[in-house]
């Protein structure tokens, strides 16, 4: 969003805020996050840092300090070419380890030690091992929410943004697809493949098949069908959007799939009266700020909690005392740059 403010005028955000964002954060917080804002503004020039936020942060993150937002594959590409000595990462940790092992060396900072992930969480590099071990030359893809050790483990890696031309582009027609078994279901179908799981009985894989684990993100998988069922009913012309992570039965019953970034480009290229976002509700939030005559209904009982660790006060603070430093020891951070190279080749 072109800036229509001045960075480092408490005023000039404060007047911002009471036009864009009013309804969306309380008006009692816009001077004090105006203050935080001007002084991480400022903050970021004596560190020579830059600010990479993802699409879920709180509206006044994402539009006060970030200089760069978008989708994890966004900012992937972004961060192996800043140019800064700090990049501070406003998102969860797997995507500040990615950013560390494809630009390392940069100050990497990511502003809470405890914004996780659940689908990183899910499997670990003995997994794949394994996994590679029972399917001998099966290439592995796995989804960029994933820790660096996993990475190293992985032929090639994919966002929500490009796994299905990930697929496409590989030599085979049997992938290990981890570690999300809703992104797998759901791009299964897109590329015409069958799906099976190392632990549903079944012996040997055949032609066309994806290899599948698991793993679930505890914010999509809470999305049912009966939720559009519910809303089309109140609002019969809503358009809903599906992010990937959602249950197939979800996203088959969305006008809609895409990436986070997919998903706001939708919305802001088309014009439905009502659109649904089946994702993180503060992304609903950031549309609204930028496209004040959209009307965005909200589910907003399921949040990431680990994407919320992630405030104004605990990036000033990363910017002022370099915290919290993301390291990748330098055999993994080979090894799994080599499986994000592929990626970004592929495109
Ligand atoms: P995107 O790459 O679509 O932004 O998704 C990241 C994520 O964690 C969604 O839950
Ligand atoms: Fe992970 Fe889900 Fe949160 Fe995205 S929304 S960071 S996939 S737990």
């Not at 700090?86 to 995507?95: L, R, T």
């Not at 993180?280 to 965005?296: F, G, Q, R, S």
């Amino acid at each position: 969003m072109k800036k229509t403010f001045d960075s480092g005028s408490v005023e000039s955000i404060c007047s911002w805020m009471g036009e864009h964002v009013a309804h969306l954060v309380p008006e009692i917080e816009h001077r004090a996050k105006a203050e935080l804002a001007v002084e991480i503004n400022r903050m970021k020039g004596e560190r020579d840092a830059i600010i990479l936020g993802h699409n879920y942060m709180e509206p006044a993150l994402y539009h006060l300090v970030a200089d760069v937002t978008g989708d994890s594959l966004e900012l992937c590409r972004k961060a192996a070419v800043a140019s800064q000595q700090v990049i501070v990462f406003c998102g969860v940790e797997f995507m500040a380890e990615t950013a560390k092992i494809i630009n390392p060396s940069r100050t990497v900072l990511i502003p809470s030690e405890k914004a996780g992930c659940s689908l990183a969480q899910s499997i670990t590099a003995d997994d794949v091992r394994a996994l590679k071990a029972r399917y001998p030359g099966v290439p592995v893809v796995t989804y960029i929410n994933t820790y660096a050790d996993v990475k190293a483990e992985t032929d090639v890696c994919c966002t929500s943004g490009n796994a299905a031309k990930v697929v496409a582009a590989l030599d085979s027609d049997r992938v290990i697809f981890i570690p999300d078994e809703y992104l797998a279901r759901n791009v299964a179908r897109e590329t015409g493949k069958t799906i099976i799981f190392p632990d549903d009985g079944s012996n040997g894989c055949g032609p066309n098949t994806f290899i599948g684990w698991h793993g679930k993100c505890e914010v999509h998988e809470l999305f049912g069908v009966q939720d559009i069922t519910d809303v089309r009913r109140q609002f019969p012309d809503a358009v809903v959007l599906a992010h990937p992570e959602c249950p197939p039965e979800v996203v088959e019953a969305s006008d809609f799939s895409g990436s986070t970034s997919a998903m706001i480009a939708y919305v802001q290229e088309t014009d439905a009266p009502h659109y649904l976002l089946l994702t993180e509700c503060a992304m609903a939030d950031n549309i609204v700020a930028e496209n004040p005559a959209k009307e965005l209904l909200r589910m907003c009982s399921h949040r990431c909690p680990h994407m919320a660790q992630i405030t104004l006060e605990d990036t000033l603070a990363a910017l002022q005392n370099l915290q919290y430093e993301v390291d990748v020891p330098e055999e993994i951070r080979i090894k799994a740059k080599a499986s994000i190279d592929r990626m970004l080749e592929i495109g």
